[in-house]
């Protein structure tokens, strides 16, 4: 795999979310007579209708006619992934339930995420398809499920929302809310690293988003770009809530405990404490990996970026991130001492709620107004709340009253905090309709429809 920012310590696998290779010879296609009766067969287009726009070509031989395709395309919104199967002859796959699928947004190990449409209301949604052959191992049908329940409990504008979760035959599916957008991974591979004001907007809103969820007793625990979704609008969803750790969640009923799962997440953006007991993080662990998002958009590379999977880990656990500044001199101190402090080893040496950092970002903002008039989305502030604390947890200071001293060329902490220690909804990169909000941990790109 040649993207990092898709390794994953997760049960599932993580696939990368480039386009696949061009195939070596383009794939066989039937001529009108047999695409006719495939495109019947379907019943993508209502039987009247299709009978109509194909009324011209009703007797026509040979290959299948370009305007033929136009005004399926026109007339009877037909897709081109849709047409990608009915051109094979194969008219089987393209309904689940009461939903029209559209196109294959991505595939994963943890399932298949459709663009789809209601065959009613006409409202597009992604819908996350649990693989059959992923239904009877380990903990991947229960962690779909409390995915989906997860995802529907929490209401709040920077996260993704899970609207059903359903089974058609053997077939588990959620239906979750669709988000046109890029995700951040996608938006740096293919633009650069980020603009200041922008970066600060994204992770202003992702902490918006965490905070709301730290509050419900909810933990991340796969922050990172590409779990991250930026629409057209500049409005940021948390997505893919796979990971999460609810809050009924205990020993006994851990799915981490009962099937030894004992690290999860994403290498390049894993806390020290969660790399050692993925059950252990806590809401101060998605703030580090919050924190290696930031410089990730900041520099357009993870903070540890070279070597194997178990090297980066253990570059978290005890060395300090390259100071920023070095990277790119015309940081903001000030942003860059959010970060740092963001990526502290020790959990306690972190800003201790995510409204904090969205605080300290809004108020660098207003003191700092970016040169476009446009004003950034959702501008509000996180509501006061008490801090939801984990056993054993104690407040801290916040940022403002913390010190913490950033120069360039070095990398200055208040102190050492055990540096030598040592002891897993966004394809925004994905072909299709359109883009989804939902991530299923990294997605590639698919070409097969339902069973």
Known sequence: MSDREHESLTPETRIDNSPPPPSRKPPSSVETPEFLVALRSSQLVPAEKLEAIIAPWAEATGPIAKDLVDALVAKAGLTTWQYGFLRKGKYKGFFLGKYKLLGLLGAGGMGSVYLAEHTTLGQKVAIKVLPEKSVEKSSFLERFQREAMSAARLNHPNISRAYDLDQAGKIHFMVMEYVEGTDLYARVKQQGSFGVYEAVDCIRQAALGLDYAHAEGFVHRDIKPANLMLNDRGMLKILDLGLALPPEEDDVTSLTQRH???????????????????????????????????????????????????????????????????????????????????????????????????????????????????????????????????????????????PHAVRSGSFASDGDHGAGETSGIGLGNAAGPGRSGISTSDIALGTSPLP
């Not at 993080?281 to 178990?310: E, M, N, Q, W």
């Not at 500044?325 to 306690?348: F, N």
Request: hydrophobic content about 30%; overall charge positive.
């Open 260 to 402: 030894r799962e004992r690290v999860l997440g994403t290498a390049d953006y894993l806390a020290p404490e969660q790399s050692r007991n993925s059950h252990l993080a806590d809401r101060r662990s998605d703030i580090y990996s919050l924190g290696c998002t930031l410089y990730y958009l900041l520099v357009g590379r993870p903070p540890f970026h070279t070597g194997k999977a178990s090297e980066r880990i253990r570059a978290h656990r005890e060395l300090p991130p390259p100071n920023p500044l070095d990277l790119r001199p015309d940081l903001p101190p000030e942003i860059v001492e959010i970060c740092l402090r963001m990526m502290e080893k020790h959990p306690e040496a972190r800003p201790q709620t995510a409204g904090e950092i969205a605080e300290a970002l809004a108020t660098w903002q207003t003191n700092n107004p970016a040169p476009s008039s446009r004003r950034p989305a959702n501008p509000r502030r996180p509501a006061k709340r008490p801090p939801v604390r984990r056993s054993g947890t104690t407040p801290e200071p916040t940022l403002a009253s913390r």
